[in-house]
């Protein structure tokens, strides 16, 4: 596709369950970047990925949180035992190079558990 | 103490006037700053970035940097109301940008 595409757009989960979103990086971008965004936090940087290797993970909220990269391409976010404060819209972004000045944004998982 | 610090406003602005939007950050070393525009539901977008200090001009926008204050702006001139967003401010370190907290402007026809 043109763009970073994610999925799902919302996502609704009870409180315990574990959650998986999507991100389809920008064909050839080696690059790829998660955040968060919630009203208290802003935008928040959770992890990146170079390729399929994650060398810093130290932006993950807590050891619920997970990632992975396969085939240079898609990742996935994973969350387990879902928190009411894990509430947020979950941004993926991509680059043609780590640390390029031209990230491209996908449109956002809405997560909001109840 | 936050990287990057963002008035979130919200700023309210008639049809043709000039928005200002103001950040400052905390980390000297930073060397590239960037503006993004962010439409209810939708991701952030680059409107622009700037290296060091400087204007960068793009049509109706301009992006300042003063490195010696810390402080970044961001000018539209002739606002329309399709500008109506949230505006974020960003440093890039390596390869991680750090936000503001987003100014959200609305333009009223």
């Not at chain 1, 990269?69 to 404060?85: A, K, N, W, Y």
């Not at chain 2, 950040?23 to 952030?44: I, V």
């Amino acid at each position: 596709g043109a763009g970073v595409s994610q999925s799902p757009s919302n996502k609704v989960t009870e409180k315990g369950k574990d959650v998986e979103l999507r991100c389809d990086p920008i064909s050839g971008h080696t690059a790829l970047y998660w955040y968060r965004q919630s009203l208290g936090q802003g935008l928040e940087f959770l992890i990146y990925f170079q390729g399929n290797s994650a060398p810093d993970k130290s932006g993950l909220p807590s050891d619920r949180f997970s990632a992975e990269r396969t085939g240079g391409s898609v990742s996935t976010l994973t969350i387990q035992r879902t928190q009411q404060e894990d509430s947020a819209v979950y941004l993926c972004a991509s680059s043609h190079r780590l640390g390029n000045t031209e990230a491209f944004f996908g449109q956002g998982t809405r997560l909001t558990v109840v | 103490q936050k990287e990057v610090e963002q008035d979130p406003g919200p700023l309210s602005v008639p049809e043709g006037a000039i928005v200002s939007l103001n950040c400052t950050y905390s980390n000297s070393a930073f060397q590239y700053f960037m503006w993004y525009r962010q439409y209810s539901r939708k991701g952030p977008e680059l409107l622009m970035y700037t290296y060091s200090s400087g204007n960068k001009e793009d049509g109706r926008f301009t992006a300042q940097v003063d490195k010696s204050s810390k402080y970044i702006s961001l000018f539209i001139r002739d606002s329309q109301p399709s500008d109506s967003a949230t505006y974020l401010c960003a440093t890039l370190d390596d390869y991680k940008l750090s936000f503001g907290a987003g100014t959200t402007v609305t333009v009223r026809a």
